[in-house]
């Protein structure tokens, strides 16, 4: 028998899935041009990331900025309660919900490895992509310990290297350039399709990939690469959700939708 917390988070992704509706509700003004990329979390905060600064704005309104000193290769804020910064392709900080440390700064770095795309999976784990041995490896990052590394990725397409990496389910999707290569919990391929977005604004959720391309908005189905087009958008540099709101960032404002 499920438990009623295992039935509420089926009902919530069945809706989701279900929603086709993005719904315009607000507009937040940027007058920050460094900004690069906005992300957001499940209380609907913003955080606003350039090169080594991370403006964050809370769903009550206050905001709070952050200089790291530190070149940011990635954000992870899916847990609103622990905040993964990514930098200078070695330094893992895990912040909390004001974006206070944690712990320590943990640096990732080997003569055998060299980190890239890395996603953080728990508060042990995380995979990253291995750009000296062409793998992906899954790493306990605070023991320090590989656990898994996988044979070489077959790069497709002319695809240099891998830049970013999904989990979801026991799937570890992996995205080059112009393929996404699908591999199992264990590290082992699965099989890979091609997907060339330009260097257009992707956000993966969930079983979904959501891109902006010619000033609309496309989602995915990672499981049988279905696309459906969802809305137009107007010139957006990059893109972000959660279960309930949509995020477009165009230089000038964040456009806020909620989806429906």
């Excluded at 499940?42 to 704005?57: A, F, G, V, W």
């Excluded at 979801?168 to 699965?190: C, E, M, P, R, S």
């Amino acid at each position: 028998m499920k438990t009623f917390f295992s039935i509420i988070i089926l009902s919530v992704f069945s809706q989701f899935t279900k929603a086709q509706q993005f719904v315009l509700v607000d507009s937040i003004a940027i007058e920050n041009k460094a900004i690069k990329t906005i992300e957001t979390d499940l209380n609907n905060s913003l955080y606003l990331i350039s090169d080594t600064k991370i403006e964050k704005r809370f769903q009550q309104k206050k905001t709070k900025s952050i200089d790291f000193k530190n070149i940011i290769t990635s954000v992870d804020s899916n847990n609103p309660l622990r905040f993964y910064l990514y930098s200078n392709f070695n330094r893992l900080s895990i912040l909390d919900e004001d974006l206070n440390p944690i712990q320590d700064p943990i640096t990732i770095s080997s003569t055998n490895f060299m980190p890239s795309a890395l996603k953080v999976v728990d508060n042990q784990f995380c995979w990253f992509y291995d750009l000296i041995g062409n793998k992906i490896v899954y790493y306990n990052y605070q023991l320090q310990k590989t656990i898994i590394n996988s044979k070489q990725v077959y790069l497709k397409n002319n695809d240099q290297a891998i830049v970013n990496i999904h989990v979801y389910k026991n799937l570890v999707y992996l995205k080059g350039a112009q393929t996404i290569y699908v591999y199992d919990d264990y590290g082992n391929f699965k099989t890979n399709f091609p997907i060339n977005l330009d260097n257009s604004p992707f956000k993966f959720y969930k079983n979904t990939l959501f891109y902006s391309k010619n000033n609309k908005l496309y989602s995915l189905n990672l499981e049988n690469q279905t696309i459906s087009s969802l809305l137009d958008l107007n010139d957006s540099k990059s893109i972000t959700m959660n279960e309930t709101n949509f995020y477009s960032y165009n230089n000038n404002k964040v456009y806020i939708y909620t989806i429906k």
